[in-house]
């Protein structure tokens, strides 16, 4: 899979709810850009979360794809996600789309790439982006504590891989969907 530089989304299911977040860092090549950014957001009135790295323009078009497969295949997250997938390999325009996408509700979480990925890991963890290896590895280590949630996993997780990837920053957002 491609590595993007310049952001770092991570989603964590935990206790029936689910947390993704992204930091706010817009890079070109070794430039930061932008640092408040906004690479999440809720799809379908709330009941799906996204987050991607990549090209802004690309990751739109691939929100509008996944939702309108959502609204084929509603309240199917695993099912949109495939024929996502399946159209974003297939098709000659889509294939060319530089950006991954998570995509989670409160059952599944789901990394997307143009090459053909669909994977929903074990462990409710997903993350992509430059300090994506970072966040997932401090979201893994604080997956156990008590007292801690999904959105409190996210926050802390993501501020650690700012603090050691320079394509991440410290401008947060988290969305987070309780169970139903």
Same mark, same amino acid.
């Given at each position: 899979?491609?590595?993007?530089?310049?952001?770092?989304?991570?989603?964590?299911?935990?206790?029936?709810?689910?947390?993704?977040?992204?930091?706010?860092?817009?890079?070109?090549?070794?430039?930061?850009?932008?640092?408040?950014?906004?690479?999440?957001?809720?799809?379908?009135?709330?009941? +799906?979360?996204?987050?991607?790295?990549?090209? +802004?323009?690309?990751?739109?078009?691939?929100?509008?794809?996944?939702?309108?497969? *959502?609204?084929?295949?509603?309240?199917?997250?695993?099912?949109?996600? +495939?024929?996502?997938?399946?159209?974003?390999?297939?098709?000659?325009? *889509?294939?060319?789309?530089?950006?991954?996408?998570?995509?989670?509700?409160?059952?599944?979480?789901?990394?997307?790439?143009?090459?053909?990925?669909?994977?929903?890991?074990?462990?409710?963890?997903?993350?992509?982006?430059?300090?994506?290896?970072?966040?997932?590895?401090?979201?893994?280590?604080?997956?156990?504590?008590?007292?801690?949630?999904?959105?409190?996993?996210?926050?802390?997780?993501?501020?650690?891989?700012?603090?050691?990837?320079?394509?991440?920053?410290?401008?947060?957002?988290?969305?987070?969907?309780?169970?139903?």
């Amino acid at each position: 899979m491609p590595a993007f530089h310049g952001t770092t989304i991570l989603a964590v299911r935990k206790g029936g709810r689910v947390a993704l977040g992204g930091d706010g860092q817009v890079s070109i090549g070794e430039t930061g850009m932008k640092a408040q950014s906004t690479k999440v957001r809720a799809l379908k009135g709330g009941k +799906v979360l996204a987050g991607f790295a990549g090209s +802004v323009a690309d990751a739109l078009t691939l929100y509008e794809k996944f939702e309108e497969k *959502l609204d084929r295949y509603p309240a199917n997250l695993p099912r949109a996600a +495939v024929e996502l997938a399946r159209d974003w390999r297939s098709d000659r325009i *889509l294939r060319r789309l530089e950006a991954l996408l998570v995509v989670a509700d409160v059952d599944h979480a789901f990394l997307l790439s143009g090459s053909g990925e669909l994977i929903e890991p074990d462990d409710g963890i997903v993350a992509i982006g430059s300090g994506g290896n970072y966040a997932l590895a401090a979201a893994r280590a604080l997956l156990p504590t008590p007292g801690l949630g999904a959105r409190e996993i996210v926050q802390r997780s993501l501020e650690i891989a700012a603090d050691i990837c320079v394509f991440t920053n410290r401008h947060i957002t988290i969305l987070e969907l309780p169970s139903a």
